[in-house]
């Protein structure tokens, strides 16, 4: 065995104390989201109905680079971080590559993936304005664990919405939040307006993380005291999450390295962004050159298919519109197992960048992805989410490219999360019965051919 050092950690006085905001460094901003009634730029009062103050006033804030994670947060933030910063010697032997492999290891968190750096954020801004109940979606149960956690340290009610087809396949998601004191419902649901439109439509329809927006939005404007929130795709969750990649910073300083390859799975932002963000404010401002890959599914492919236009976050329509690459917000994405990348849409942040070229995607297949995750495991010993296996995919294709050429790069990944509950989509691929699902270019031009003209 090597006695290499393996793994860097922070102390707690080194644990950041302030999250970045790249939107203040970004030469070209994202365009302003739209309220789509009055058809102006969003300002954050008209998303004080929706969301707590100090929340949609970060959403919009392109002027401050560094804003203050208040001490409440930072105190629960040190009960898990700093999370560590593992060089992947296992991984690398098993793929005989020369690059240097680091992950940063966010499954550690008390509910299992990243989520919790942004609900606990969320959960005591909406505390400290007095707010009593949250609501909000999630799809294979990783925001709706964390949330719910998150909401019960503050003191608050949590209602989730948890789309159906990951409330079926997997129960065990829904047992954490009901174990945390959330009250969920499968989404669509009969419960809410937008729920019954879409089941009297289409009564099988197995919802998708659209639809369940809808309805806890709904759910939140008409009750009372009551905030919704997001764990992804916004610009104050990739904000929170920022805490991610500043960490990482730090230790890979420790580790004497600075990657040249950060890679991050995409679902609609928060954790790439998270882990990105600190490294390509060195890219914008001293010209590093690091490169920048997010990894999406190939079954929901928005940043190498879809289109940059103003579109809705949610199915029924209820966000404010927002400039994005996307599918189209009627995309119904197949059903596979990373359900936290089953989104139709990108953050504004991150499709401003993509479009600018300050970073790649790539899309990979459900049976490639399995592939990785079940080569980490064997590697690293952990059993990765199938969300986080596409990162690993990724990582891999890049492992290999330096075996090729004898480079010795240094390629920074985040693991988003563990999969010791997605046990069954891995027995799926262990019995050969997993399915791949492609979308193509054609797909994507009839959808959203489909889409009203919105803007
Ligand atoms: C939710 C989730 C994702 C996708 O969301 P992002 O906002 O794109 O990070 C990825 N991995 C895990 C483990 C998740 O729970």
Redesign the pocket.
Same mark, same amino acid.
């Given at each position: 065995m090597s006695t290499k050092q393996k793994r860097f950690f922070l102390t707690e006085e080194e644990i950041p104390t302030q999250w970045y905001n790249i939107q203040a460094d970004m030469v070209n901003k994202p365009l302003p989201p739209i309220n789509p009634k009055t058809k102006e730029p969003l300002k954050p009062e008209d998303l004080f109905p929706i969301f707590a103050e100090e929340l949609s006033r970060q959403e919009l804030d392109q002027e401050h680079a560094w804003i203050d994670i208040p001490e409440e947060v930072r105190d629960m933030y040190k009960y898990y971080r700093s999370t560590p910063l593992v060089r992947a010697y296992g991984l690398e032997e098993a793929l005989d590559t020369p690059a240097h492999i680091y992950f940063k290891n966010?499954?550690v968190s008390p509910v299992?993936?990243?989520?919790l750096n942004s609900a606990l954020a969320q959960a005591y801004y909406c505390k400290k304005q007095g707010v009593t109940n949250i609501t909000t979606e999630t799809?294979?149960g990783?925001?709706g664990a964390?949330l719910s956690y998150a909401a019960k340290v503050f003191g608050l009610d949590a209602a989730v919405y948890q789309v159906k087809i990951s409330y079926n396949q997997k129960p065990y998601r829904r047992s954490i939040m009901q174990t945390y004191g959330a009250q969920v419902t499968p989404s669509p649901s009969m419960s809410t307006r937008a729920g019954k439109d879409i089941l009297t439509k289409d009564p099988n329809n197995q919802g998708s993380l659209g639809t369940a927006i809808s309805e806890a939005i709904e759910l939140a404007v008409s009750t009372p005291n009551c905030k919704y929130t997001l764990?992804?795709?916004l610009s104050h969750?990739?904000l929170h999450?920022s805490i991610i990649g500043l960490e990482a910073e730090k230790q890979m300083e420790k580790a004497g390295e600075y990657p040249d390859v950060v890679i991050?799975?995409?679902?609609?932002?928060?954790?790439? !962004? &998270?882990i990105s963000f600190p490294f390509m404010r060195h890219n914008i401002l001293e010209g590093k050159k690091t490169r920048f890959i997010a990894a999406e599914p190939a079954s929901c492919p928005k940043l190498t298919r879809g289109v940059f236009q103003y579109d809705f976050g949610d199915v029924a329509g209820y966000t404010p519109l927002l400039p994005m690459y996307t599918l189209g917000h009627n995309f119904m994405p197949a059903n596979i197992h990373? !359900? &936290?990348?089953r989104?139709h849409g990108a953050?504004v942040i991150v499709s401003q960048l993509l479009k600018d070229k300050l970073m790649e995607a790539v899309d990979i297949k459900q049976s490639e992805s399995f592939k990785a995750g079940m080569l980490f495991a064997q590697a690293e010993g952990i059993i990765p989410?199938?969300?986080?296996s596409?990162?690993i995919a990724a990582t891999i294709r890049e492992a290999l490219k330096c075996k090729e050429t004898g480079e010795e790069k240094v390629i920074l990944f985040n693991l988003?999360?563990?999969g010791l509950i997605d046990m069954a989509a891995y027995d799926q691929f262990l019995s050969g019965s997993l399915q791949d699902f492609e979308v193509t270019d054609e797909d994507v031009a009839k959808n959203l051919s489909e889409l009203e003209q919105i803007i």
């Open positions: 966010e499954s299992g993936s990243h989520k799809g294979a990783q925001w964390a764990g992804s795709v969750v990739t999450q991050g799975c995409f679902g609609g932002g928060s954790n790439f !962004g &998270g990373a !359900g &936290g990348l989104y953050g989410a199938p969300e986080s596409h990162a988003s999360g563990h």
